[in-house]
């Protein structure tokens, strides 16, 4: 909930914001007659198309064009680390905010990542990022790999996870639970959309899905 007071105040040309806000944003902005402009960073791929957008509009192309160069360049890093990777994890990926958590889909950023990583999300093929969670349903899908991500209010998430994993007895029969596969991501590099850590993130994660490479 941004204070537009505050924001009039400032006298902006433009109000950028990311699309997966929106819905929740443009109708406020509209009543105050804020030009808002949303920039998709729903994954690697859109958050470099939009960093060359914004490169040419704002006299920025050639630094927009070597950040872009250095996701690309560690995407084929990637790749190539890929090619000798024989068996690819099934991943679950748990988004946890303060009191609740979701299931992310490979639509989310996080999911966007791991199919980067060669990495197979258990939740694929829907239409949305987060769907709400099931955990009869969730261990049906028998992940090998368990990621807990947490937005908000971080340290308070990792205890609420640790609480439901403890008291909740069906976590106990995933098979990622059992061979200690469960996995705690920072914030700060696994947010909810991209952002410029991208590249340490899917170091990160890579080290994370293939431990023996």
Not at 85 to 91: G, H, M, S
Not at 159 to 171: A, G, P, R, T
Not at 180 to 196: I, K, P
Not at 201 to 208: E, G, H, K, R, W
Request: charged share 30%; aromatic share 10%; hydrophobic share 35%.
């Amino acid at each position: 909930s941004p204070d537009m007071e505050l924001i009039l105040s400032l006298k902006p040309k433009t109000v950028m914001s990311v699309s997966t806000l929106k819905y929740d944003l443009d109708e406020e902005f509209d009543k105050y007659g804020i030009t808002a402009r949303y920039v998709n960073l729903q994954s690697i791929e859109n958050m470099y198309e939009e960093i060359l957008k914004l490169g040419e509009e704002y006299g920025r192309k050639e630094q927009a064009q070597k950040t872009a160069a250095k996701f690309e360049e560690k995407l084929n890093e990637i790749e190539k680390k890929l090619e000798g990777v024989k068996e690819r994890p099934k991943v679950l990926i748990l988004m946890g905010v303060p009191g609740s958590y979701l299931v992310a889909t490979d639509k989310s950023y996080i999911g966007n990542l791991v199919e980067k990583c060669g990495g197979i999300n258990v939740f694929s093929g829907e239409n949305v990022e987060y769907l709400a969670s099931n955990t009869e349903y969730l261990q049906q899908s028998n992940p090998d790999v368990i990621l807990r991500a947490a937005h908000g209010m971080p340290d308070e998430v990792v205890k609420m996870f640790d609480k439901e994993f403890k008291e909740n007895d069906i976590w106990k029969h995933f098979d990622a639970v059992k061979n200690g596969r469960v996995y705690d991501l920072e914030e700060e590099l696994f947010g909810m959309t991209a952002n410029l850590a991208a590249p340490e993130a899917l170091d990160v994660l890579f080290d994370i899905l293939y431990p023996e490479q």
